[in-house]
């Protein structure tokens, strides 16, 4: 399976928006930077709500992506999120739920069930300890 990797960086901003956009990314990167320290950590509990816990580890926040919202005392200006939704965001496009056990799973440890395989559908999802036990590999 291929392996995609984010290496394409935005474009120059304009003038007006290099200041914001500077900003934004900065905020971005740090939960970037969060979700890949604590990828295990950050779980969906509910459908939009994950757990995201804080840099320091000790704390958790509550990120509710469908409004866009998060429990945590920062607040930045609108565009802006705070850096545990951004690190949510990431964990959510990074993973997929596996068809077989419902976990979240990375995209890379995911394996395509064929159409030759008796319990999933053609083009399912699925773990790697799903795939051993339902004979996708
Ligand atoms: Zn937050
Ligand atoms: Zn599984």
């Known amino acids: 399976m291929a392996i995609t990797k984010d290496t394409s960086a935005p474009p ?47 704390k958790t926040y509550t990120v509710d992506l469908k409004h866009g919202t998060c429990d945590c ?9 705070c850096k545990h939704i951004s690190a949510a965001a990431y964990v959510k496009a990074k993973t997929a739920t596996c068809s ?19 319990t999933f559908f053609e083009g399912d999802l699925v773990c790697e300890g799903c795939a051993l036990d339902h004979g996708v590999l």
């Open 12 to 58: 120059p901003p304009a003038n007006a928006l290099r200041k914001l956009t500077r900003e934004l990314s900065a905020r971005l990167q740090r939960g970037i930077n969060l979700a890949e320290e604590r990828f295990e950590e950050i779980t969906r509990t509910a459908p939009y709500i994950w757990s995201v816990p804080s840099c320091s580890g000790e």
């Open 73 to 81: 005392p920062d607040r930045p200006p609108a565009p802006e999120k």
């Open 100 to 118: 077989g056990c419902s976990e979240r799973v990375r995209h890379r440890d995911l394996h395509e069930v064929g159409d030759d395989n008796l």
